[in-house]
């Protein structure tokens, strides 16, 4: 049973990967015992699973998954949600229900063009994403920042346990949410600190594949820092 | 899906609302700095003139062909400048394909108007024969990818393709006209043209807007100068409308953008 690829190995689409006892994961598909990808991304073999992780490519949505979206359409049967994906998203009254402090629950109506965060709870191909915001955490989102990062270098925005995600919190802001689907939201109390956060997110996308990114995050934030404050000394003297 | 673009999200609304009134834009730029403009020359073999013009992310192709045939009756010594814009599917996720739409005829009539005005091209050298046969010019725009502010871009581009032009010269014997094989000239151009755009938002104004800009924008003023700094042309377009103050400052601020445009302008011409 060989496996034709290391671990986070670039592959291409019709590459043979493995051939023999496997299953075949995301971006890959089985023929004559054969597995080979269907997709341009890193090759992961987990247990008997062989996955391809795209390079790039829009959001396709899952169930759990947390994302950020933008009202289409409000109705009292419901709302249509944009979800940066191709499928629109369907969000019913039963859980539009914000969860405050202490689980008290709130009714929440929204307008179209407000933004929200919400949870997938129920997707197949058969019909549309349907959300839910009744979870600690979810719902309206007001005032600050939205940018649009690939939907695929999210899980580098977050990182390793959520090393990247703690450090931007930890050095700029505490009020930052990613959505799966490439939707970052934040709220900053300066303009400095809103450029460094975006230079960084742009870079953090930029420089995805590489490895030893948080500790080089770490630095630029440092140093772009240093950069605000001798402005900031320089326009004082 | 086209509802989604449509739509402007509220926190993306305010956020690019709250950056200008702090004299700022979100992707960097002052109220009136432009984008970086990138014009190439002669880049489809098969036009007799072609210009592809890059302002950001906004990209335009212009090409031009030309053809011998009869004048219109009211001007029988004059040539014929036929121009018209296509907003290509792959530009836009708005954008669809079929026949010219508003924004399209639009974008032909301003780029139109800009050439027709400021009489940098000479109609009447255009003829062989009055009223028989002259040189009918067809102008194509092609927006390749659409990142706001189409109408100065697709300017720049009509210009410099009209810089690239080449016409044969023709024998004529009688009402006979032959064009000779080989012998292409350039026309010639009087001076250039700057078309330039300027976005009111809220009560601020802000020079050469994105499309994320523009679909927030109340409304929009383009001017057209040539180089002497003399007004060609003028469109105004969008929901909300200018005081007369605000019509006198987004001449100002176009014409000091227009530097640029010129500066550009030169590098081809």
């Known amino acids: 049973m060989p496996v034709n690829f290391e671990n986070n190995q670039i592959v291409s689409p019709g590459e043979l990967l493995a051939e023999g006892d496997y299953l075949s994961g995301e971006g890959s598909f089985k023929e004559d015992n054969k597995i080979y990808s269907s997709i341009l991304g890193l090759a992961v073999l987990k247990g008997k699973i062989i996955s391809v992780i795209p390079l790039q490519g829009p959001y ?28 629109s998203a369907a969000i019913f009254p039963s859980s539009m229900n914000e969860k405050g402090p202490r689980s008290r629950e709130k009714f929440v109506q929204f307008d179209v063009g407000e933004n929200l965060i919400a949870k997938i709870i129920s997707f197949d191909r058969t019909h549309d994403p349907i959300l839910t915001i009744d979870e600690v955490g979810l719902g309206k989102l007001v005032g600050g920042r939205i940018i649009k990062i690939h939907p695929t270098k999210v899980p580098r925005v977050i990182g390793k346990k959520g090393s990247m995600i703690k450090l931007l919190k930890e050095e700029l802001t505490d009020k930052i949410k990613i959505g799966q ?43 772009l820092k240093e950069e605000r404050l001798n402005v900031i000394r320089r326009e004082n003297t | ?111 139109d108007r800009g050439i027709r005005h400021s009489d940098i091209i000479d109609r009447k050298q255009l003829c062989i024969i009055p009223s028989k046969k002259v040189w009918i010019l067809f102008v194509d725009i092609y927006v390749l990818d659409s990142d706001g502010n189409l109408f100065d871009a697709s ?59 523009e679909r927030i924008m109340d409304a929009r003023i383009t001017v057209a100068f040539n180089e002497e700094g003399k007004i060609c042309a003028i469109q105004k377009s969008g929901e909300s409308s200018f005081r007369y103050q605000e019509i006198q400052n987004a001449i100002t601020l176009a014409k000091n953008a227009s530097v640029k445009i010129f500066n550009e302008l030169s590098k081809v011409m």
């Not at chain 1, 998954?65 to 933008?70: E, H, P, T």
């Not at chain 2, 302002?55 to 018209?84: M, N, Q, R």
């Not at chain 2, 023709?170 to 026309?187: F, M, Q, R």
């Not at chain 2, 010639?188 to 050469?208: E, N, Q, R």
């Open chain 1, 181 to 223: 689907n490439g939707i970052v939201w934040f709220s900053t109390n300066s303009d400095a600190i809103e450029d460094i956060l975006v230079a960084v997110l742009r870079k953090i996308e930029r420089e995805a594949h590489t490895s030893g990114l948080t500790d080089r995050v770490k630095e630029t934030i440092k140093k």
């Open chain 1, 60 to 87: 396709y949505p899952k169930v759990g998954d947390i994302v950020i979206g933008k009202v289409l359409n409000s109705s009292p049967a419901g709302m249509r949600v944009d979800i940066n994906s191709l499928y």
């Open chain 2, 1 to 111: 899906m086209s509802e989604v673009y449509k739509i402007v999200s509220e926190i993306e609304r305010n956020q690019i609302i709250a950056k200008i009134a702090k004299g700022k834009r979100l992707d960097g730029r002052s109220l009136d700095e432009y984008r970086t403009i990138k014009i190439e020359t002669g880049i489809v073999s098969k036009a007799d003139g072609s210009a592809k013009v890059e302002l950001g992310d906004t990209k335009v192709i212009v090409g031009i062909k030309f053809e011998l045939g009869a004048p219109f009756p009211d001007t029988p010594e004059e040539g014929v400048i036929t121009l018209s814009a296509e907003l290509l599917p792959m530009a836009f996720p708005t954008f669809e394909p079929g026949p010219p739409n508003f924004d399209a005829i639009e974008l032909a009539r301003v780029v």
């Open chain 2, 155 to 213: 300017s720049m581009a009509t210009l410099a393709a009209l810089k690239n032009l080449k016409l044969p010269e023709v024998k004529v014997t009688g009402e006979e006209v032959e064009i000779i094989k080989d012998s292409l000239n350039p026309i010639p151009l009087k001076g250039k043209l700057a078309a330039v755009t300027i976005a009111k938002v809220g009560d601020y104004l802000i020079v050469d807007p994105d499309s994320s800009e």
